[in-house]
């Protein structure tokens, strides 16, 4: 394989590299990775993350392990095992089902550039949505965004940071809220780290103080990425996103989820059939990172900790995908089905 680089992952000299999202802001560390166990692992801790990129990872991992002569059954048993990672964003299962149809028609040795062209393409892909994005905003926004959904999160520029970076690009003035996202903070330690590199004015803030900068007029647009968004234009994404949803809608914010294609699952009819992941009582009892552990909690506190929610498409003001801007008239009338 080609060597290939983003921002939190590469491909050099015949090694896979992953940066530790886990330890960021403070340490910037590249972890190798060269089997499946690695990978899962690395997916599963969230040292890598994000819908599209966790898709791309494993597609990169599985291309590897080609390369290193694993045989197609015990390539069919190792994308098996990746697929079931983590289970809601379907980016993965769009990826891993390419690598896998590319093995079945051509064999173990076409999986290298499969899994570069997922990657290139991933990078095409957030130039699309970003373009279109970036029309939708105006000079002198107060963009709030949630969860990290920059290059961090996918092979290019992001979705919705991806818009923000576009907006900056046009010239036009902006400042971001930046929702810090608990329980695993990607907000605070991730996307404040992209929005500094990208130069960007923006403001940390915790994500129960939305409501009030939204009553104050201090937030012109919400924008959000997605791990999945069903065909009737429903979607699953970090957790907290719904209540922002709810509180924009009450208060005219125009609220836009942006992701590519390979976000969309057809086959999923509404939110109510996106399988939500369910993560350890430890990431709510406290929180962990290149500083080690802290627990806040009383011991076996019970946690309720479902890593997504979902938002109804009826709170949504527009889609921003890589083929365009879709509105709720479009989205009612099923444009999802056949993208
Ligand atoms: O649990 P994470 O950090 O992987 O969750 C990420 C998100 O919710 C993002 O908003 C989503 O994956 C879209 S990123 C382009």
């Not at 972890?31 to 494993?58: E, H, T, V």
């Not at 527009?318 to 509105?327: H, N, P, R």
Request: glycine share 8%; proline share 5%; with cysteine.
């Amino acid at each position: 394989m080609k060597d290939l680089f983003a921002t939190s992952i590469k491909y050099q000299q015949g090694a896979l590299y992953v940066l530790d999202q886990h330890q960021l802001p403070h340490q910037e560390q590249w972890l190798p990775c060269d089997s499946s166990d690695a990978m899962i692992a690395m997916i599963k801790k969230l040292q890598i993350r994000g819908a599209p990129l966790i898709g791309i990872g494993a597609s990169l991992l599985l291309a590897h392990l080609a390369e290193q002569g694993l045989t197609a059954d015990e390539l069919r048993t190792q994308a098996e095992r990746l697929r079931a990672a983590r289970p809601t964003a379907v980016n993965l299962m769009n990826c891993i089902d390419r690598m896998l149809a590319t093995l079945e028609s051509v064999g173990p040795l076409a999986l290298s550039r499969c899994a570069e062209q997922l990657f290139e393409e991933d990078v095409e892909l957030c130039k699309r949505m970003a373009a279109f994005g970036a029309e939708l905003i105006t000079d002198g926004a107060n963009i709030l965004t949630h969860c990290n959904t920059g290059s961090l999160a996918t092979a290019g520029a992001g979705t919705a940071i991806g818009v923000i970076g576009a907006v900056k690009q046009q010239g036009k003035q902006l400042h971001v809220w930046v929702d810090e996202t608990r329980p695993l903070l990607q907000g605070g330690r991730l996307t404040a780290w992209e929005m500094a590199r990208l130069n960007i004015p923006h403001t940390l803030i915790c994500d129960n103080m939305a409501a009030t900068l939204m009553a104050q007029g201090k937030v012109d647009v919400v924008l959000v990425g997605s791990d999945r968004i069903a065909a009737n234009g429903d979607f699953a994404n970090k957790v907290g996103t719904y209540s922002l949803a709810v509180i924009a809608h009450h208060h005219n914010v125009p609220f836009y989820v942006v992701a590519p294609y390979t976000t969309v699952d057809p086959e999923c009819p509404d939110g109510k059939a996106i399988p939500i992941e369910q993560r350890s009582p430890a990431e709510v009892q406290g929180v962990s990172g290149s500083f080690g552990e802290i627990n806040w909690a009383p011991d076996n506190t019970p946690v309720y900790n479902p890593a997504f929610d979902v938002t109804p498409a009826e709170l949504v003001s527009g889609w921003i995908l890589d083929t365009g801007v879709y509105t709720p008239e479009q989205i009612a009338a099923g444009v999802l089905k056949n993208l």
